[in-house]
């Protein structure tokens, strides 16, 4: 089940995926995380799909990784008269706590936060991004707005804030009680909504309790203003391009985009690059130029992960969409420029042994032609840093522990063996080259570059490189 390329794939589950037969093929065409979202769906479905992955993972033998993505906070306006209303721009435009029913004048607006955080000046943006408001005069219970970019407005259209950090949690009661369910079901990463400050990241790490892997998704412009705090308090962080796109202005989401791929490269934690990669292909069975292009440069720039969401969940094409990506990335992986391309950002050694080491290790396995770098691995730290340093060779991680090996199937170039502990450096040795050999990584006469933690089994502490040879 060997893949043969270094950026992975999640794939959303939902209606058009969510028996036995479609997630197993899914996986079969290169699927290496499932994504359950909880914005759509009931506990029972989303238990019926993780069911299913870990009967496929336990056929398989392969660690799958399981990321429950929170809905988060969901601000919308509320109902008009006959279902919409007209907005012509130019025209005045009132928000307010009134649950009357709206119409071309004003709507109701049930979110009192929106109102505290509101200054003149700010702009509304309403039906993802449709239709632009213009504040001219807040209060404690109402905002007074100009129509900038007028059109139809309908019940429960979306409201975002790009102007405004708002004083909420990035996790609602639905999503405490989701949470509480998923980590109940043994989900593996965790992925929050609506984060605007690094407080949101430390409370909803406070409430999983180690339990799952923390990923931050950052769709809103405050958070990019705190970018390097919010990484470094998260596990893995998801460019979720859909909310930017709405929030941000459209040439400005690429530069973001990189931004945030190269802080969580310099730190050495996962990156996920999202939303309508291949957003064509839910009614087609091939993508756009464009779309091919889009997941390349995600690619290129070294994006740990590339994220399907509606392709899989209610797509006519599910799995050719993942095939297609699949592709895409072994093309991107196989050009000459490649290489050049992403390793043009590369994070110098943290002045740690254990960053030593790793640095190390993927240039021995660069001059001697090594075949893999083998880790061992408690936690994944080592092999966060193998993954971090990009090495020009397959990483094969060694794990006694199933949830770890599991949370690194999101990890670049990683491929994880569940396996007992070793006690010595002779079963080290004897190990990885047996595994090696067996999972396709190493031909006999060929070398291996193997990184561990002495004592064994003691998390974080990568202090030993050794080469070995494979046998005939």
Known sequence: MRRNRNAKIIATLGPASSTPEAIRALFLAGADVFRLNFSHGAHADHKARYDAIRALEADTGRPIGILMDLQGPKLRVGDFQGGQVMLAEGRPFRLDLDPKLGDATRAPLLHPEIFAALEPGNDLLLDDGKLRLRVEKVGRDFAETRVITGGKLSNHKGVNLPDAVLPISALTEKDQRDLAFGLELGVDWVAISFVQRPDDVAAARKLIGGRAALLSKLEKPAAITRLEEIVDLSDAVMVARGDLGVELHPEDVPSVQKQIVRACRQAGKPVVVATQMLESMVTSPTPTRAEASDVATAVYEGADAVMLSAETAAGQYAEAAVTIMNRIIERVE???????????????????????????????????????????????????????????????????????????????????????????????????????????????????VITAGMPFGTPGATNVLRIAWLHD
Request: proline share 6%.
């Open 334 to 448: 196989h050009d000459p420029t490649y290489r050049p391309i992403m390793d043009a950002v590369h994070p110098d050694p943290e002045a740690t042994t254990a960053d030593a080491i790793t640095a190390a290790a993927r240039q021995v396995a660069h001059t001697i032609r090594a075949d893999a770098i083998v880790t061992f691995t408690t936690s994944g730290s080592t092999t966060l840093r193998a993954a971090r340093e990009r090495p020009d060779v397959p990483i094969l991680c060694l794990t006694a522990s199933l949830a770890t090996a599991r949370r690194l199937a999101l990890a670049w170039g990683v491929h994880c063996v569940h396996t007992e502990d070793v006690h010595s450096i002779e079963e080290m040795v004897n190990r990885s080259c047996a595994v090696a050999g067996a999972q396709d990584f190493a031909r006999p006469g060929s070398r291996i």
